[in-house]
C-alpha cells in the first residue's frame, strides 16, 4: 500500500477572504483516476476511479444519524447492515435491497452527509495530506460525485458563510447567547440552534443533538452571530490555588523548630485549604460543612490544627472559619451546572 504526502497548503488570515484553500493532491487523484482515501486533518474523502464516493468528517453527523433524523432507518436497523454486510463493502446495496431504505431516500442522506463531510475535510489545514491506494469504505458506493462538483460546492458553502458573517471564531468553539439580552423572534431553525445554545455546546454537537448536517447550522449560527444574539464563549480561566491565611495570631511554627521535651506532640496533619478538589470522575463542592473539613475541625490554610490547651478546664480557641468554595463552580457538564444551580436554589428555601 502506498502513501503520498504533501504539505496543506497555508492557513487563511482571519478577515482575508481566500478561494484556494483547497487540497491540490485532491485535483492531482482525480487526474489519475486513483481509488482510495485521501486523509487529511479534519476527515476523510474516499474516491472510486478518481470521484467522490464517501467523506467522513469528525465535525459532521454520519449517514446514520441523518438517516435516523429523517425517521427513515432507526438504530437498530442501522446496526444490523453494518453487521451483515460491512465486511462486504456492501452496507449501502444491503439497505436498499433488503426494503429497509429506498435508493431515492439513501442517495439524498448520503449525499447531504458527504457534501457535509467534505466541506471540513477541504478546509484549511495545517497538517500533511496522505493518500493510501486501494483503501475502501464499508458503505460501498452509493452515487459517485466528481472532485470538480464536491470543490465547486466547499468554496461556494465558504462564501455563503463569509458573507453572512465573516467572523468564523464561532464555528468551532462553544456558544453562549449574549448576557442580558432578550431574544427578538428568530426564524424556525435559528430558534432550533439558538435553544441548545449553553455554554458548553458547539455548532458540530448542536448539529449532532437536531440531527442535521453541521454548515445547516453553521449558517444559523452565523446569522445569530451577525445578530449581536450569540457569541463564543470565553475559555475557562485555570484554578489558582488559594492565598496563604494572613489572620493574625494564625501563622504556622516553622518546620524546623525545636521542641523541648515538655511540648506536646502533635500529629503530622496535612495542610488545609478553602476548597478541597473533588474526587477525580465528580463534581460538585466535597463533603462536609465547610469545604470537605469535618464541623468544629476547620483549619486555614497554611496553619496546624489548633492545640488542646494545657490547662484543665480552659476554653480552646474557637477555629478559624473557612471561606465557602467560589461560585459558580467551573463544569463542562450542563447536566452537573444544573444540578448545582437546584441545589442552591433549594438551600435558600
Known amino acids: 500500500m502506498s502513501v503520498i504526502t ?56 454520519g449517514l446514520d444519524v441523518l438517516l435516523s433524523a429523517g425517521g427513515v432507518l432507526d438504530t437498530d436497523g442501522w446496526r444490523e447492515a453494518v453487521d451483515t454486510a460491512g465486511a462486504g463493502l456492501r452496507v449501502g446495496r444491503f439497505l ?64 455563503l458563510l463569509h458573507r453572512i458573517w465573516p467572523d468564523a471564531a464561532a464555528d468551532d468553539a462553544p456558544l453562549m447567547r ?23 455546546r458547539t455548532a458540530a454537537d448542536i448539529s449532532l443533538t437536531l440531527g442535521r448536517p453541521t454548515f445547516h447550522t453553521l449558517v444559523a449560527v452565523r446569522r445569530l452571530a451577525a445578530a449581536g444574539l450569540i457569541s463564543p464563549a470565553p475559555p475557562h480561566p485555570p484554578r489558582t490555588p488559594p492565598a496563604p491565611d494572613t489572620t493574625p495570631g494564625r ?27 473533588p474526587h477525580p470522575g465528580s463534581y460538585g463542592a466535597p463533603d462536609g460543612p465547610a469545604g470537605g473539613s469535618p464541623a468544629g475541625t476547620a483549619t486555614a490554610p497554611g496553619t496546624l490544627p489548633p492545640e488542646p490547651a494545657d490547662v484543665p478546664g480552659s476554653t480552646p480557641p474557637h477555629p478559624v472559619p473557612v471561606p465557602a468554595p467560589p461560585w459558580p463552580l467551573v463544569t463542562a457538564d450542563p447536566d452537573i451546572a444544573l444540578l448545582q444551580r437546584l441545589r442552591d436554589a433549594l438551600e435558600a428555601l
Open 251 to 277: 501563622t504556622a511554627p516553622a518546620p524546623d523548630t525545636p521542641q523541648g521535651p515538655s511540648a506536646p506532640t502533635r500529629a503530622t496533619v496535612p495542610y488545609a485549604t478553602p476548597y478541597a478538589a
Open 96 to 159: 436498499v435491497d433488503s426494503g429497509r431504505v429506498t435508493k431515492g431516500a439513501l442517495e439524498l442522506c448520503h449525499a447531504g452527509a458527504m457534501f457535509d463531510a467534505a466541506y471540513f475535510v477541504l478546509g484549511p489545514s495545517s497538517a500533511p495530506a496522505r493518500f493510501r491506494y486501494g483503501a475502501a469504505h464499508w458503505l460501498g458506493p452509493i452515487r459517485p460525485v466528481p472532485v470538480a462538483t464536491i470543490t465547486r460546492e466547499a468554496l461556494r458553502r465558504r462564501d
Open 178 to 200: 449574549a448576557v442580558g439580552l432578550s431574544s427578538p423572534p428568530v426564524p424556525i431553525r435559528q430558534g432550533a440552534v439558538l435553544d441548545q445554545i449553553n455554554g458548553f
Open 6 to 61: 504533501t504539505s496543506a497548503p497555508p492557513l487563511p488570515v482571519r478577515g482575508e477572504h481566500t478561494r484556494h484553500a483547497v487540497s491540490p493532491m485532491l485535483h492531482r487523484l482525480a487526474a489519475e483516476r486513483a481509488t482510495g482515501v485521501l486523509l487529511r486533518e479534519s476527515g476523510s474523502l474516499y474516491l472510486s476511479d478518481g470521484e467522490v464516493v464517501h467523506a467522513e468528517s469528525p465535525r459532521s453527523p
